[in-house]
């Protein structure tokens, strides 16, 4: 499995952006997809931002819920997240990541999110 994503981009301040994570082959029926970011490159620290699990049911990190939606095409192996009112503390290299909650974790190469105030 392999994934790429995309999107990113420089937005001020209240704007909006939307990613995109495409898988190479249908996962979605055993794969947990999740959203992470890293906002300092000097760290390897990648924080949790949202994920949607196989049966479709998404979950949050507080500080964006209300301003984020992840969501996914089944057709276009795709998963989505949108990003709304942005802040400049959501600047971040944003990744991708499938797991299938048994040996299998794979991430992509990351997207960077840049938003000015």
């Known amino acids: 499995v392999q994934l790429v994503e995309s999107g990113g981009g420089l937005v001020k301040s209240g704007g909006s952006l939307r990613l995109s994570c495409a898988t190479s082959?249908?996962?979605?029926?055993?794969?947990?997809m999740t959203w992470f970011r890293q906002a300092r490159e000097d760290r390897r620290q990648r924080d949790w931002v949202?994920?949607?699990?196989?049966?479709?049911?998404?979950n949050y990190t507080d500080s964006v819920k209300d301003r984020f939606i992840i969501s996914r095409d089944n057709a276009k192996n795709t998963v989505f997240l949108q990003m709304d009112n942005l802040q400049p503390e959501d600047t971040a290299v944003y990744y991708c990541?499938?797991?299938?909650?048994?040996?299998?974790?794979?991430w992509g190469q990351g997207t960077r999110v840049t938003v000015s105030s």
């Open positions: 990541n499938a797991d299938n909650l048994h040996s299998d974790s794979v």
């Open positions: 949202a994920g949607i699990t196989v049966g479709g049911e998404t």
């Open positions: 082959e249908p996962i979605f029926n055993t794969y947990e």
